[in-house]
């Protein structure tokens, strides 16, 4: 079989395969592009999450994926097969895709049984196996003794698995799926994700799934792709984008860091806490420093602290971890307020002397922001 080599995320090229590959993928509406240069793939079995504010393009993404939108620019590949290419080219509509939706308004068929609302994607199958199909996705998502129940006797929770084993019923190569959870209240989301992430696993099917919500992702994916203005920004497992993020943008989105600025001496910037690396900065340019609130490790002064000193402003109980505010001198004699944040309950009080380790490997250099 002929292998054509394509990139994929910008950085290294990729060997297209099984499952999904947006290759190079372009769409705009009106006149404004909303999606801009997207390449990537979802392996076999395995999810990935389009991640990124509101209005980033992710929806549009995942349409096009879906084939409810046709790319203007690029192509999108299901199993080596070309589905969709741009400038007038091959479109397969959604339907003869082989994919399976689970959309935010996910609506069930009020007047259907929980059997017969799972039956419809399956109505061309021979009786026998249909029976035998409906059976074995609701045993998968464990609703098999509400087969006859209607949608209005199920909570919101299990009327998600049942609209989960509806999608999945026909066995989809590839699983989409839109802010599946934004509908449900907040104890109860974490444990339809659970379930859901479990369900779609056991199934092993590919899919691709919307979130505005970086806690979500990194819960759901195997890797994310985090998006800004049409664009991926950065891609990779959860934990590649936690800990190296490619630009202060994606450190920002996984939650508050603090944010203070330096200059680059003998290739390091300094804090109140010792001195960084500053990779790829040269000497005398601006940086913008960022600290995750975990990395400001607090203990009592012993005595004289000097450099890792800092003055408790408050300290707050979040529950399984403390945020301490702290006010810190810096090297030109200005004041900065700091957070840091400790695992459990570490409530020091107002106006102690704490001293501060840096974990350096929650910190992070940039080149400051022009402008
Ligand atoms: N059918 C449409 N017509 C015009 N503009 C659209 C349409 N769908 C989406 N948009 C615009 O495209 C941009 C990206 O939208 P969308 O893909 O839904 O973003 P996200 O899912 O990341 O919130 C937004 O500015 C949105 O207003
Ligand atoms: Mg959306």
């Known amino acids: 079989m002929k292998e054509t080599r394509i990139v994929l995320d910008g950085t290294a090229p990729v060997t297209e395969g099984e499952g999904l590959v947006l ?15 997207v390449s990537l793939a979802v392996e076999p079995g395995e999810l990935v999450c389009l991640l990124g504010p509101s209005g980033c393009g992710k929806t549009t993404t995942l349409r096009i994926a879906a084939g409810l939108e046709r790319p203007e620019t690029g192509r999108v590949m299901l199993n080596r097969r070309v589905v969709s290419q741009g400038q007038g080219g091959v479109h397969i509509p959604p339907e003869d895709r082989n994919v399976g939706f689970l959309f935010q308004d996910y609506a069930l068929f009020p007047h259907l049984s929980v059997f017969d609302n799972v039956a419809f994607g399956l109505r061309h199958w021979p009786v026998a196996e249909r029976r035998q199909r409906i059976h074995e996705v609701l045993v998968q998502v464990g609703m098999e003794a509400y087969a006859s129940a209607y949608p209005h006797m199920l909570s919101g929770g299990q009327q998600q698995r049942i609209a989960l084993a509806r999608a999945l019923a026909p066995g989809p190569r590839l699983m989409l799926l839109d802010e599946p959870f934004s509908g449900l209240d907040s104890r109860l989301r974490d444990q339809v994700r659970d379930q859901t992430l479990h369900v779609l696993k056991e199934a092993g099917v590919s899919t691709l799934m919307v979130t505005h919500d970086p806690e979500e992702a990194m819960f759901m994916a195997d890797r994310i792709a985090l998006m800004r203005d049409g664009r991926i920004v950065q891609l990779g497992r959860p934990v590649d984008l936690y800990c190296n993020p490619v630009e202060a943008f994606v450190a920002n989105f996984f939650g508050e860091v603090n944010r203070i600025t330096g200059k680059v001496r003998g290739g390091e910037v300094e804090t109140p806490f010792g001195r960084l690396s500053a990779p790829g900065l040269g000497e005398g340019a601006e940086a913008e420093i960022l600290i995750r609130p975990e990395a400001l490790f607090l203990s009592p002064a012993e005595g004289d602290e000097g450099d890792g000193a800092a003055k408790v402003v408050a300290s707050r109980l979040l529950g399984r971890s403390s945020l301490v505010h702290l006010c ?7 004041h900065l307020h700091l957070h840091s944040r400790m695992p459990g309950r570490f409530l020091p009080a107002e106006d102690e002397i704490m001293k501060v380790r840096l974990d350096r490997g929650q910190c992070f250099v940039f080149p400051a922001q022009k402008g």
């Open 23 to 37: 290759d190079d993928v372009g769409h705009s509406y009106g006149g404004r592009v909303v999606v801009d240069g």
């Open 328 to 334: 810190v001198g810096d090297a030109q004699g200005a």
